[in-house]
């Protein structure tokens, strides 16, 4: 059974060496929670108990929270950001004008007290004893009663309210497809704290970060709710909904029902509820059970049931290409604002084309590995969640949708020109808030986040690289990666020395750029002189073509990667002298004359990130045309 694969784990103090070069370690918690939900008026209670670990050297005086609802408030950051950013989110927006004159005003400032949401602690004790803290914005500041000592455990107990908000954003109630309530982010989230310190970031619209942990959740909700959560349900001959055993009956007492849920080793949970939700399932070829939970619309039903098969092809896609999927089930339910992943289960928009709606369920269920299984810091190294993601799920929608592009992540490679080329280009290693425009966070976290993988299978090779994606997982997973320690297993994997592809694509906005600068002929051999234009390092292969139709690759190795790429089968591979970065310039001898050669092409396969293609072949036809 795959949930043995916890039992395996060593979540406290990890020898590896990882991150700053010291031991691993990660905290991790303990929750359970208890709420009670009222549908009439989408204010909820609850109580949680929340054991903490600190597996830290450090001693810790204070602890933070995470009180997301509070971000959807006229007063709040995130409505403060939403109005100054150049290109605010449209779903967090509408237009008060006219086509013409258009009037676009954030949502946020629009609602009314009994509109906004918000989280509020109303008790919070440590062991027993009364704790200090503050609510600032969406977090909540906790000075200690007693410190937390290296390897000790602390119990924390506190008395929550809530206030679910019109859906602006991921999270809310009654959606624009009329779902009553996506319920994520919604329970105050102890916020992490690593070999960096606190990460106690305030809710301004993009990411997460969370601490590792087992959450035993009950929530009390009017019986009619149908509900898709993290978690499994433990109560399910109460509740019946498509969860109950097949052929029995249940008999639901009262007006409401308490779903019982436990989810093993997850950094989050999230639910979502309606009382008009149809509750599929399907067992996939690994056991795992895939549940559906969609309107019960019509207009809906054909698309969401084409829609479980790929999902079971997904879920095998992303098994072997990167590392088995460990827990036992995985829901799809209808909700949010358009697609975001959580634990165990997404959220996502449902009125879309078939191809969409399997586009979206790829995306976020790849999120599954990337960011649920492999944790990154996603505030931080947003590219590594999103972009790593983006490329798994395009590869894996170019096999189930049956495309079988060469390169299915050509968008991904337009939306990195773009960026690149745009002048407004940061470096990834800014904080996933504080980009210039949303337009420039989505280039560069998901665009060129993708390429970054597309690229480096260019630079180590395929099989490296597919063998580099399942080692990551193998050593990884229930953990929180950093880019270096990536890069680190790519380079056992391959050999090479990869830190200046690390540094020049993720830390600099320096792009790359090589072009031929002449063609020419000395007896029986002719000359190719090679530029480096750009400011990027990269191993180059040129592509020869003859005038018989025969095609050679001459790479030149990169000489600070000390290493050279093997190759590729059914491909005539010639390597040449190491080009070191510092010249400028390289001459390449084919042992040929020039007549004998049709076209010469820099990187044939369009992997390399190159901003200016133009300058990357020549052929003898162009070169006749214009002498005439």
Known sequence: MKRILFSLLIISTGLLNAQNNTSYW????DYKMDVDMNVE????????????TNNSPDTLNRVFYHLYFNAFQ????????????????????????????????????????????????????????????????????????????????TTFNMQFEGQVPEQIRRSGRNSTEGIALSMSQWYPKLAEYD??????????????????????????????????????LQNPQEIG??????????????????????????HDFTWAADPEYIH?????????????????????????????????????FFNEHIGPYPWDQYSVVQGGDGGMEYAMLTLITG????????????????????????????????????????????????????????????????????LARSGREQPQTTHADRYAMNGLYGASAYSKGAVFLAQLEYVIGEENLAKTLNRYYDEWKFKHPTPNDFIRIAEKVSGAELDWYLTDWTQTTNTIDYAIDSVEEKGETTTVILQRKGLMPMPVEVDVTYANGSEETFYIPLQMMRWEKPAEEEVKWTVKDDWAWGFPTYQLEIPVAKESI?????????????????????????EEDSSN
Do not use: C
Request: proline share 4%; net charge negative.
């Open 26 to 29: 990660q905290q991790h918690v």
């Open 41 to 52: 008026n989408f204010r909820y209670t609850g109580t949680q108990e929340l054991t903490y």
């Open 74 to 153: 006229p007063e709040s950051e995130m409505n403060a950001r939403l109005t100054s950013v150049p290109d605010p989110d449209a779903r967090m927006t509408m237009n008060k004008g006219t086509k013409e004159n258009p009037e676009i005003v954030s949502r946020i400032s629009e609602l009314s007290p009994a509109q906004i949401g918000y989280l509020r602690v109303n008790s919070l004790t440590q062991d027993g004893k009364e704790l200090q803290y503050e609510e600032v914005g969406t977090v909540l500041e906790v000075e200690l009663a007693e410190p937390i000592l290296p390897g000790e455990k």
């Open 195 to 232: 070999f960096e310190g606190w990460h106690a970031d305030p809710y301004i619209a993009r990411e997460f970060h969370g601490v590792w942990g087992d959450f035993d959740v009950k929530i009390t909700i009017d019986k009619d709710y149908i509900l898709g959560s993290t978690g499994y």
């Open 241 to 266: 909904y498509g969860y109950e055993q097949e052929g029995t009956k249940v008999k639901r007492k009262g007006d409401k029902l308490t779903w019982h849920f436990v989810a093993p080793k997850v």
């Open 280 to 316: 599929d399932k399907l067992v996939a070829e690994d056991g795992t059970v895939l549940h559906f939970l969609y309107k019960n619309k019509e207009e809906l039903k054909e698309n969401w049931k084409k829609l479980q098969p790929k999902t079971a092809e997904l879920l095998a």
């Open 351 to 418: 009125e879309r084309s078939f191809g969409s709606l399997v586009g979206v369920t790829a995306h976020e269920m790849a999120h599954a590995w990337f960011q649920h299984l492999m944790a990154t810091n996603e505030s931080k190294h947003e590219w590594m969640d999103e972009g790593f993601t983006s490329y798994i799920s395009n590869e894996a929608e170019n096999v189930i949708m049956g495309s079988s592009s060469p390169n299915p992540h050509t968008n991904s490679y337009r939306g990195y020109y773009y």
């Open 598 to 622: 049709s076209r010469i092409v820099i990187d044939k396969s369009q992997l390399m990130a190159d901003i200016n293609r133009d300058n990357n072949s020549w052929d003898k036809s162009g």
